[in-house]
């Protein structure tokens, strides 16, 4: 197993007591790039065992995806979100993107862009190896690891159009918290079933688990793949539970604490401030 992010723009593996730099592990220069290191995954486990006997870093996790190719996001993928949101469930997955240049890391403040802005904790898929046409199954082989996402959403943007198209809503700037780490799919004690919550200001909010999903993340990998060819590095929010601000009446405002978390991934808290 590993658990691999990105400290001053290096890989770096991620231990209890601190970071070790992936390429210094590996005496190979070009696996500085975290982009690098996702794209050769297949090597990461044995250097992370090999880490475990250096001498710690302290450091701030930056994204753990710094430059992905694509970003996808599944909608109402939870029936209990759907159902909050007073929609039908989706006869294929309602898909969108969150544009690369929203990712920040893990602690990163999120900039509010208005009083219509919402949290929606997700686990988040990182593509390893590419392909096209990728059977439901063999998804799990070409996935490098899963980390936690949060999908903010401005919803007035989101729902402005007529059909609505949510993308740009779900793209400003800081609205793509990730990380702290990707957590090699071998680590999870059922890939399938993995527990995941969102506080906001002390509040539990969100309570789910990924055996909930309607269409599950082997099922995301082999339809995205059917439309576009998956690269190492792209990225998929596969969808919120219920428990969002919107159907509460209570969207974010600055100086909420948005605490995010999963079992095994570990968490993520983003401090709201007001947009500039
Ligand atoms: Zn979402």
Known sequence: ???????????????????????????????????????????????????????????????????????FGIGLNYKSHAAESNMELPPAPLTFTKFPSCLVGPTADVELSGDTVDWEVEIVVVIGKGGRHIAESA???????????????????????????????????TFGPIGPAIVSVDAFPDRDDIGLWCDVSGERMQDSRTSNLIFTIPYLVSYLSSICTLEPGDVIFTGTPDGVGMARGRLLKAGDVIDSGAEVIGALRNVCVAGK
């Open 1 to 71: 197993m590993f658990r691999l992010t990105n400290i001053n723009g290096r890989s770096a593996f991620q231990f209890d007591d601190g970071f070790v730099d992936v390429a210094t592990t590996a005496g190979d220069e070009s696996l500085a790039d975290p982009m690098v290191a996702i794209a050769r995954f297949g090597e990461l486990a044995s250097l992370y065992a090999k880490a475990a006997g250096s001498t710690k870093s302290a450091g701030t996790p930056g994204v753990c995806v710094p430059k992905p190719s694509k970003v």
């Open 139 to 173: 998804a799990w082989s070409h996935i490098a690891g899963l980390t936690l996402g949060q999908d903010i959403s401005d919803r007035k943007v989101q729902t402005a159009g007529k059909p609505p198209q949510f993308s740009l809503g779900k793209s400003f700037d």
